[in-house]
């Protein structure tokens, strides 16, 4: 009879224990889905606004709104808030639905003042309107790049790279080219040395091509 009490005793705390458990794994699931889904505020253009626009004309013009987004949709080094280009001009072009990053202004009117990420390089590449998605590989999106050669099939070359600015030359005065245009523009991207390395050796044997890819779409 004893042992009997013995394993009923033994089966509930077993229960409670694998109830705890779940109960925990449960909660933690939840927080990080939670902080996956965490919101921010971020500015976006809600009308074209053309490289050297000051932002302050920009803001009058109401082309910004700022909006909450899901933390993980928001573009590196999106602003918050329009303050944070307060007394700057625009060097690019920037489209209706762009987010407004801090690289896309400037203090010094017609001139590009890019600031790659924490430990990334800005380097620039040239291709062709249809090698930039039809021109839709625009500032924030981000992109995998891959090079195609005469004697050579295409293949990866980055996997994933944040586009900076697209236009022909910053500080010139000229536009980002609009969606379906054929300037054969110059793309800026964020990269880390090695990835730089690897991009100009791939310009030099082959042509460069950008790709846009979609959700749980990675370049392999």
């Known amino acids: 009879m004893r042992r ?7 089966s509930i705390l077993i229960a409670s224990i694998g109830t705890a458990l779940v109960a925990m794994y449960v909660n933690q699931a939840d927080s990080r889905a ?6 921010v505020p971020v500015v ?7 490289a050297g626009d000051t932002a302050a004309k920009a803001d009058e013009d109401g082309a910004f709104q700022e909006r909450t987004m899901v933390r993980d ?12 280009i307060r007394g700057q001009t625009a060097t690019v072009r920037i489209l209706p639905g762009e987010q407004i990053l801090a ?19 800005a380097v620039t590449i040239q291709v062709d309107d249809p090698d930039r998605v039809a021109g839709y590989a625009t500032p924030g999106s981000t992109v995998a790049v891959f090079a195609s050669g005469e004697n050579t ?6 996997q994933s790279a944040l586009v900076m ?19 054969s523009p110059l793309v800026t991207l964020a990269v880390t ?17 950008l790709a846009l890819p979609g959700p749980n779409a990675t370049a392999t």
């Open 4 to 10: 009997r009490w013995l394993l009923l005793i033994a």
């Open 34 to 39: 939670q902080a996956g889904q965490q919101t």
């Open 44 to 50: 976006v253009a809600v009308k074209q606004i053309e």
């Open 73 to 84: 949709a928001v573009a590196p080094g999106a602003i918050r808030s329009v303050s944070a």
């Open 103 to 121: 690289a896309m202004f400037s203090r010094k009117a017609g001139q590009a003042a890019l600031v790659p990420p924490n430990g990334k390089f």
């Open 153 to 158: 099939p295409s293949h990866l070359v980055l």
């Open 165 to 183: 600015a697209v236009g022909l030359y910053p500080g010139s005065g000229t536009a980002t080219p609009a969606p379906g245009t054929s300037n």
């Open 193 to 209: 040395q090695a990835e730089a390395q690897r991009v100009k050796d791939a310009a030099k044997t082959g042509q460069l091509w």
